[in-house]
């Protein structure tokens, strides 16, 4: 099997939505794989480009490394190639991280995520080592660093990215930040790797700025909207209306709540069951009433008048 590497793999020229699919759960909280195969039907036959399994809104912090790696089973399974599966593998600690990832690999996903290491205040070296490390178990994957400094409590910066970019497989970083002059700063520090926009609301002027793919939680619910607005973004629309529409996405899925995302699932027809977390209470994470009109119109427009 050969290497991956960077300059000539299938992410070079990746340019797309990727959906960042929520996990199924019963009632009672266990895992739930049945529900998983019609969730994954909505993605790829409403436009999705690619699938994120097991990330922050998949709840992976809520599961065990049997029960991601079961989950994982299921989407591959369910996808069939239809397009491609990048695994979160990030964990709190490294061996978990390099078990999640060997596992991957085994299931022939087409990419492989880590988070930024988790909780414990962590160092660049300790960083550096860790993602050198996951690279170097999977080299024929490609390997996207997952930046979420909110929630890891932790950073790859730009700086750490450029000394990380002489592992091959290192095809590139997820940013999810709050602020647009930070996730550009990867785009100028690593031209030859993917950045990847993992924020909704920065989308329009990621894009406007050159960025060629998103990780979209509100792509689980609405992967046609999502993909709607990036074609659009992409060849030039002024924008104004598309930022309209992401903002108006935001707000009904109370950004991208878990518990909420499955409520606008089953408007839609997709049971994907419950949240394991708790993000709002119960009066709060409820069907919101009819879609905004921008929205309706969209979705009417995209099904040919027949929605």
């Not at 991956?4 to 759960?25: D, H, K, L, M, Q």
């Amino acid at each position: 099997m050969m290497n991956y590497n960077r300059s000539t793999g299938w992410v070079r020229e990746f340019s797309g939505v990727i959906a960042a699919a929520v996990t199924p759960f019963s009632p009672d909280g266990s895992l739930h794989l049945p529900r998983i195969p019609a969730l994954v039907d909505l993605l790829v036959d409403h436009g999705a480009d690619g699938i994120m399994v097991g990330g922050t809104t998949g709840e992976f912090v809520t599961m065990t490394p049997d029960e991601r790696v079961g989950a994982l089973t299921t989407f591959v399974k369910a996808v069939n190639g239809r397009v491609p599966v990048v695994a979160h593998v990030g964990a709190a600690d490294p061996y978990t991280t390099l078990m999640l990832t060997k596992a991957a690999a085994r299931l022939k996903v087409d990419a492989v995520a880590a988070m930024t290491p988790q909780f414990f205040p962590t160092t660049d070296a300790a960083i550096e080592k860790y993602f050198t490390e996951v690279a170097q178990a999977v080299p024929e994957i490609p390997l996207f660093v997952y930046e979420f400094p909110s929630r890891a409590g932790n950073t790859t910066s730009p700086r750490l990215l450029k000394r990380l970019s002489k592992l091959p497989n290192l095809a590139g970083i997820k940013v999810s930040t709050a602020h647009l002059k930070e996730l550009m700063a990867y785009m100028e520090c690593a031209p030859d790797m993917l950045v990847i926009c993992g924020n909704d609301d920065l989308q329009a002027d990621f894009i406007a700025g050159g960025g060629r793919a998103v990780v979209s939680g509100n792509a689980t619910v609405f992967p046609e909207v999502i993909k709607a607005v990036f074609r659009a973004l992409s060849n030039g629309a002024e924008g104004s209306s598309e930022r309209q529409i992401l903002a108006d996405l935001g707000k009904l899925s109370l950004a991208g709540a878990p518990d909420q995302l499955k409520v606008l699932l089953r408007d839609r027809g997709v049971d994907a069951g419950v949240a394991r977390c708790r993000t709002h209470i119960p009066s709060d994470v409820q069907a919101t009433g009819p879609l905004p009109q921008n929205i309706v119109a969209l979705l009417d427009d995209l099904s040919g008048g027949h929605s």
